[in-house]
């Protein structure tokens, strides 16, 4: 080792490597010290992250319940392919309620594409003034046979998907019944939705101000059986 090397080392070994403020110091090779600036990350967001708090985010006027969950498999060349199969029903228990299907290799997916079909469905069926129904009516879906009847001062009684469409409509004093032995959940819900249309519906219309539904009310349509009956 040479004179000048163990002159430089010696000085090298002298100079601190830390100051007193906390910055780091990088050496040069003929002793020059320069100070590194740190970079400070300052998030100005109140909930952290990218998207902020959930809190923030607004609040569907729609409430929402699953009614089924399945694991589908489709047979493919390849093997088999899995996917999940949602049904729920959405409403506001102010007069308006749907039923929406959703497929996808993810819940989260389906659950999404459901809620999006429900609200494409959404119907207002015509209650009376205590949140009834003006009279009786059946329908049969597919393998499910429902029928819907009033029950003036007696509540909700109701069993099943037809409890999830009766509650999330917001009807009461209402007595529902499924004759069939489907366990179907969908088509029970399908058959309860297709009954309260019988009822005669209120126009849906979304407003392009507001984005809401202006409804137009129509008035009561007994079915042609009924009316031949009174005649």
């Known amino acids: 080792m040479t004179v000048k090397e163990k002159e430089l ?19 040069a090779k003929d002793g020059k010290t320069f100070p590194k600036t740190r970079r400070k990350f300052v998030n100005k967001k109140p909930g952290g992250g990218r998207g902020g708090r959930r809190d923030d985010r607004p609040k569907s006027e729609y409430d929402q319940k699953i009614i089924s969950l399945r694991r589908v498999t489709r047979v493919v060349s390849g093997g088999r392919r899995f996917s999940f199969s949602v ?3 959405i409403g506001n228990r102010n007069g308006s309620v749907g039923l929406g299907l959703g ?9 999404g594409k459901a809620e999006r079909n429900a609200k494409k469905n959404l119907i207002r069926p015509n209650l009376t003034k205590d949140r009834s129904i003006p009279f009786n009516v059946r329908f049969k879906y597919s393998s499910s046979d429902v029928m819907l ?13 037809m409890r999830v469409v009766l509650e999330l409509l917001g009807a009461k004093n209402v007595t529902g019944k499924i004759f069939s032995r489907s366990k179907n959940h969908a088509n029970n ?10 009822l005669g519906l209120k126009a849906v219309a979304v407003s392009k101000k507001t984005g ?15 009316r031949n009956k009174n005649k």
């Open 9 to 27: 080392k010696t000085k090298e070994n002298s100079l601190p490597k830390e100051k007193s403020s906390g910055e780091a110091v990088s050496l």
């Open 87 to 89: 049904a729920l029903v």
């Open 103 to 111: 497929k996808s290799i993810d819940t989260s997916l389906a659950i």
């Open 149 to 161: 009847s009033p029950a003036p001062g007696k509540g909700l009684k109701a069993g099943g998907a």
């Open 189 to 198: 819900a399908k058959a309860s939705i297709e009954a309260l249309k019988q």
């Open 212 to 226: 809401r539904n202006d409804s137009k009310e129509e008035k009561f349509k007994k079915p042609a059986s009924d």
